[in-house]
């Protein structure tokens, strides 16, 4: 018989492993351990969705006729598990020791991080005894494979044309080999700032189950010192921990959000103004079942492309949807496997300033940081545009190491694996990887998040000047980095220009800028 273990963000029907084995023969590992719960400090709600994900998860396996051996935390605890080969090790000798019937194999679909990959590759077959094989994860559009082949020779690697051939792939919002509308895409018409001219979707609540209870009450005996609150989990309005509850998430984005997806994707709103709400906005909120397998990719795409198709969205908001889908998440895929392991390491702009401890306590006068803080901790989410254009571009422009700002991307959110984080933080937000994921920096002044959202409203600093004491601190931290790298950037045509409006200022005016910079960067703890 074979054992095929099934890891915490590996949760579909259609998973490659469940295709290979025999429901009458082969048995499915699955088991919450130590060394995947706290290899960063994963926020209490994702260890919550995780567990209660697993553990819905392995009762419809056995419902189905699989025979499913379980671990749950406080098993492998008391067990002396540490890891999931110290599971698989027990389970095969455990088997083994009945005499009959023998371990002969290790299935596994292909993991999500490296970390683990490589110690699948390289290790367990050794520490095991037996032979592993691994299948590819075919819920993902392209492999990494694929990717390679695509990225072999180019001298930039851009989304966008990635995107295209994923389009072409798939035959999403295609029309022979056309793209719907004459347009691969309508970005340019998403940059919308929220006035108020739509109402905010309606919240979705979940029922919670014996399950989901007896999981939080884990987590908050087991985890208490990792990050986050359990409210919004335990009351039901933040997340999905089955397909069923994952697939009513789905049908309420299609209605509620779709429509004005791709309009606001960039806006940002206090929620002082409008309640929980404006926490999510128009997003999906689909990352973490996507990403645990709870919903899969295509199924997602298909169901908007469907929407668009019925005429319940129109075509932007379908393919600013469907781009974010099989283009960025599949391109930052690609980018992660074609680097690793080098990409970990990289730090292009050479930063080194130890996380600000703001980070973890959330506690500040700028008000933009301080609701995405709030929201990162009460629900273990936040839009893209307050992780790029807030969080990230604090980051970016006050020079954090790159690797400690990874690791607390990777701990905050419910969505956070490394394959897809790691681009995202490393790449896009702190341009560490030399601009191999974007041709230049994300970086801003308060400009930006003054246009973006009304959080320069409630704040208690000046957006519109950077030289004096109350001054936004992003305006002069926008110009410090812009001078800090001017080498590197200089000569960038999409950047240029801001070069020459710097230069353009009065010297009297770039010396109190820089000064209220330096002044800032010092004092970053009490910002
Ligand atoms: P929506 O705005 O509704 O977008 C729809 C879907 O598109 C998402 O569910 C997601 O599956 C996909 N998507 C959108 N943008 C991206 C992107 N840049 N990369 C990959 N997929 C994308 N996303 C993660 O899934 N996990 C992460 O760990 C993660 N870390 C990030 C870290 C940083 C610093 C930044 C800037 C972005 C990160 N993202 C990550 C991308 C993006 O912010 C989230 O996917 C998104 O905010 C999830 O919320 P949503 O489901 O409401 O997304
Ligand atoms: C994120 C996570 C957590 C918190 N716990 C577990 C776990 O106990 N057991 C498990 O199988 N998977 C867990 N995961 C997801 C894994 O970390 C993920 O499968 C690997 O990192 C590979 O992507
Ligand atoms: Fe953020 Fe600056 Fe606006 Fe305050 S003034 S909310 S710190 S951008």
Redesign the pocket.
Known sequence: MRLGLILGDQLSDSLATLRVLDAGNDVIVMAEVPEEATYVRHHKQKIALLFSAMRHFAARLQDAGWQVRYYDYRQSVSLGFRSLVDVLAATVKEQNSTGQNKVSEIVLTRCGEYRLQHAIDHHWSDQLGLPVSVYEDDRFISTPEEFAQWAEGRKQLRMEYFYREMRRKTGLLMEAEQPLGGQWNFDHDNRAAYKREVPLPPPLTFTRSNTDQAVAQLVEQEFSGHPGAMDSFINGSSWATTRQQALQALIHFIEHRLPH?GRY?DAMISSAALGNAAD?MF?????PY??CGLLEPMEVCEAAAHAFHQGQVPLEAAEG?IR??IG??EF?RGIYWNYMPQYAGLNGLQNNRSLPAVYWHGKTNMHCMKECFRNTFANAYA??IQ??MVT?NFALLTGVNPQEICDW??AV?A???DW??LP??LG??MHADGGLLGSKPYCASGKYIARQSDYCRHCSYDVNTAEKDNSCPFNSLYWHFLQRHRQQFEKNPRMSMMYRSFDRMNEEKKAAIISRAENCLKNIDDL
Do not use: C, K, P
Not at 283 to 287: E, G, R, V
């Open positions: 997806f994707q999510t997003h999906s909120l689909l990352s996507i990403n949807f974010q889908i960025w998440r930052v839009h893209h992780r790029l990230g991307y990777l959110y969505d956070a694996y897809v984080e995202n933080t896009m937000v």
